[in-house]
């Protein structure tokens, strides 16, 4: 199970963090990722840890937004700052296991 917090609204500019519970054995043994769904849109995975610790980000947070994981707490988190209008959708936990699991998502709202 992977649930998600730590969305709401801010201003174009701002910062958020985003943070994933699991279970410890999708921690301990799989790649971890974040999915974004864009209103009317398809969900993409957006930033990529393995459970070595290696890192992946797509053009459109690079820079911005930084992915980490604590395998002791069981936590993924995603730093999101300079957040743009276009950040806007729901943001989703993903385990990359033989399977992908998905958590239920925490909605992120950026206004001008």
């Keep these: 199970q992977l649930v998600e917090s730590g969305g709401g609204s801010v201003q174009a500019g ?8 699991g279970t410890g054995n999708i921690f301990s043994s799989c ?6 769904t864009a209103p009317g849109k398809a969900r993409e995975l957006i930033s990529t ?3 070595d610790g290696v890192t992946g980000y797509g053009d459109s947070v690079k820079g911005r937004f930084t992915i980490s994981r604590d395998n002791s707490k069981n936590t993924l988190t995603l730093l999101m700052n300079s957040l743009k209008i276009e950040d806007t959708g729901l943001y989703t936990c993903v385990a990359v296991c033989a399977t992908l699991y998905w958590g239920r998502g925490t909605q992120v709202t950026v206004s001008s």
């Design 14 to 21: 701002g910062s958020l963090n985003l943070t994933c519970v």
């Design 31 to 36: 790649g971890m990722a974040w999915g974004f």
């Design 49 to 51: 840890i393995g459970s």
